[in-house]
């Protein structure tokens, strides 16, 4: 029913950037936020930005400034400009989308990509 599909991510050195994007597809009336998390091996999932329908976001501490979330709502499809990357940051990266769609709300994943920071 519904689709996320990620890209962008890739392998980079320290203080690099990279760009995610995350397309939405399917029947999809209405998105109440968007989200990015992201897991490294041997650790649980944790969210890293999200973005409302409202425009309203939130960070964790540990990207704070060095991360920002942005939305094109027009085409369902949220970004990640990550700068100043350090290799903590190294983890695959989900986004996540909390839709309204023919059965109703209901909250979805992509499939992941991967943010590898190394020298």
Do not use: H
């Not at 942005?70 to 996540?96: F, G, H, I, W």
């Amino acid at each position: 029913q519904v689709q996320l599909v990620e890209s962008g991510g890739g392998l980079v050195q320290p203080g690099g950037s990279l760009r995610l994007s995350c397309a939405a597809s399917g029947s999809i009336f209405g998105i109440y936020a968007m989200a990015w998390y992201r897991q490294a091996p041997g650790k649980q999932r944790e969210l890293v930005a999200i973005i409302t329908s409202g425009g309203s976001t939130n960070y964790a501490d540990s990207v704070k400034g060095r991360f920002t979330i942005s939305r094109d709502n027009a085409k369902n499809t949220v970004y990640l400009q990550m700068n100043s990357l350090k290799p903590e940051d190294t983890a695959v990266y989900y986004c996540n989308a909390d839709v309204i769609g023919l059965l109703g709300r209901g909250d979805y994943w992509g499939q992941g990509t991967q943010v590898t920071v190394s020298s």
